[in-house]
């Protein structure tokens, strides 16, 4: 059965036009990515910004043509961290319906944590070894850890690239006292999954800001779907690469590739929650991985409908 899966995040919207098969393994047919960022200073007005909204319908609206056109025969979709946050949540969701006939599910942090786990996990061989898997979104980090398809343990963090970016790095590059600000807020905020007490035998990093710090290590400009996954980066690698950001403008890190453009001004705060965590739980490797919450979130929603 052909599905397609779009996940309205803080700052991307992402849709994954797949098929399942009866082992419950996604076989993926097209992705498509956008930045219309949707989550706008949602963190300090507490509201959907308009023109974010019409941007979000836009790119909703071409989705559902795109899903059309490759015979997908059911279309779900989940909206996280902005969408949850926002006091014209409801005013959004019937928006979209209105605009696109999509019933859009916003889903709790910690759903959002264990499904970006079993997205992560879904790709890669042995199941049986423990894992951790760290979404960085622009609103929130979703941190999930366990062995096999479900995690025992799992949490939403309100450590967002986006939401990071609003209130420290306002001038890029930030400053020194912009920087260590935002050192105490990331490792403050990380107090809030239990890191140093786990001991997974794989760390995975999900989604954007892993993805395009994968590219930047590896100097490719033009995207590659197959660099990024299961990419191994080091922690002495991921340190360089923070060292490189905090130096440049916004404009100057697009220029380091084109997986960056539409957050090129927020990768730094990302990939210093990256650092951190990876610090906090003693870990001197992650992988890089996109297959994240909208793969989660079809096999749940596949489950579902099978009455499982």
């Known amino acids: 059965m052909r599905f397609a899966s779009i996940d309205i995040g803080t700052n991307t919207i992402l849709m994954l036009v797949g098929e399942i098969d009866g ?23 507490k509201r959907l910004d308009g023109d974010a909204v019409t941007r979000a319908l836009k790119v909703l609206a071409g989705y559902c043509a795109a899903a059309e056109s490759y015979g997908v025969q059911r279309i779900v979709a989940s909206a996280t961290s902005a969408v949850r946050d926002a006091e014209n949540r409801d005013e959004f969701i019937a928006r979209v319906k209105g605009t696109c006939g999509i019933e859009v599910e916003v889903i709790p942090g910690e759903l959002e944590a264990r ?18 898997v760290i979404d960085i979104g622009g609103g929130s980090t979703e941190f999930s850890y366990g ?15 986006v939401r990071m970016t609003e209130i420290f790095f306002k001038n890029n590059p930030p400053s020194v006292e912009d920087l260590r600000r935002a050192t105490v807020f990331t490792e403050e905020g990380l107090k809030g999954f239990p890191l140093s007490k786990i001991k997974p035998d794989r760390v995975f990093a999900v ?32 340190r360089n690469l923070f060292g490189l950001l905090k130096t440049k403008s916004p404009e100057e890190i697009r220029k380091l590739t084109n997986a960056a453009e539409g957050r090129e001004d927020v990768l730094l705060a990302g990939a210093l929650i990256l650092l951190k965590a990876l610090e906090a739980v003693g870990s001197h490797e992650f992988i890089t991985t996109d297959r994240g919450l909208r793969y989660g979130y079809l096999l749940y929603k596949y489950a579902q409908m099978q009455g499982q």
């Open 147 to 161: 062995i096999g398809t479900e995690p025992s343990r799992f949490a939403s963090l309100n450590l967002g690239a």
């Open 115 to 132: 499904l970006g786990y079993l997205g992560a996990v879904s790709g890669v061989p042995d199941e049986s070894r423990a894992s951790l």
């Open 23 to 45: 082992s419950l393994s996604i076989k993926p047919i097209k992705d498509f990515y956008s930045v219309p960022r949707v989550g706008k200073s949602v963190s300090t007005a």
């Open 207 to 238: 989604a954007g800001t892993a993805t395009t710090l994968a590219m930047i290590a590896q100097e490719k400009y033009e995207f590659d779907a197959a660099a990024v996954n299961n990419y191994t980066m080091s922690a002495g690698t991921l």
